[in-house]
């Protein structure tokens, strides 16, 4: 087993403003949030009226661009799971949020179940989506390969028990059912640029963050393999204009864009996208076609 090391010192700078450290497993080349609140309190880093995927409200700036950015987001999301070839068309979207996702999904004829730990966001989606979403108990409850595809939209950073968690993913879904997960990028440009001020690592409430390694590796403890790994332009955007509010303490659009821009120019060459999206499949499954 090789040591872990600490990678960077920073803080919680949307609620609690407490220091916490990035610890770096080698094993995985994966960074763990050190400390981790326990089970019990975690609850208490989302309790917040800025904590803006458990509302719809676009009250300032950051709302409004999340809100526009998630728009264009719903419609590549439905693209993706679209570009499947399944008859059943099951989906679990896990920590759905208010469940706009699920909502686009069901009205293009997939059969829904979300999870979502919070209950203000819970009683939210379950109004668009037909009482479709669950607490996360739920999860052990589900029949094993009940699911053609399971999607986590930036949720895995947020599971503390992290490998019990993949497990159950791989065995909710079908032989040949998709896992979807998206999650920050700790090698992009702009989490290099911005390092302890960078948002999208949100500690205490994101306690992993994610390589392409990790992630293989992860998949691999489960005989799951990733086939596809796609970026998520938007969100270096999004990311450097709270990045830029963290580090100067004010909203400097043009820097954000600036540097957001940037990131994106350089992941082109390193494939280092500031958030990507990651296609996982079951390992000697047949792999259908999709665009």
Not at 132 to 138: A, G, K, P, R, T
Not at 162 to 173: M, Q, R, S
Not at 275 to 282: A, H, N, P, Q, T
């Amino acid at each position: 087993m090789k040591e872990k090391t600490t990678y960077l010192s920073l803080k919680d700078h949307s609620i609690s403003g407490e220091d916490f450290q990035l610890v770096y497993n080698e094993n995985l080349d994966l960074l763990e949030t050190f400390p981790q609140p326990k089970a019990d309190k975690l609850p208490e880093y989302y309790k917040s009226e800025d904590y803006i995927s458990h509302t719809d409200a676009k009250r300032n700036l950051f709302e409004k661009v999340y809100h526009i950015i998630k728009s264009i987001s719903l419609k590549r999301k439905l693209k993706l799971i679209n570009s499947f070839s399944f008859t059943e068309k099951k989906l679990l979207d896990v920590g759905c949020g208010t469940g706009d996702f699920l909502k686009v999904a069901k009205d293009s004829n997939w059969l829904v179940s979300g999870i979502e730990p919070n209950a203000e966001a819970r009683k939210i989606a379950n109004k668009k989506t037909n009482n479709s979403v669950f607490e996360i108990e739920q999860l052990l409850k589900f029949k094993p390969h009940s699911f053609d595809v399971i999607s986590l939209w930036h949720v895995l950073e947020h599971l503390p028990k992290l490998d019990e968690h993949i497990a159950v993913f791989e065995k909710l879904l079908k032989p040949d059912g998709v896992l979807i997960i998206a999650v920050p990028n700790y090698k992009s440009y702009d989490a290099l640029h911005y390092k302890n001020y960078w948002a999208a690592f949100d500690v205490p409430r994101h306690l992993w963050h994610f390589s392409q390694t990790s992630i293989s590796k992860l998949m691999a403890n489960v005989n799951m393999s990733v086939v596809k790994t796609l970026p998520m332009k938007f969100d270096a955007f999004y990311v450097c204009l709270l990045s830029e509010k963290y580090k100067s303490g004010f909203i400097n659009p043009i820097k954000g864009f600036w540097f957001g821009l940037l990131s994106n120019l350089n992941a082109k060459k390193t494939k280092e996208y500031s958030s990507l999206i990651y296609i996982i499949k079951k390992q000697n499954t047949n792999i259908k076609q999709y665009n």
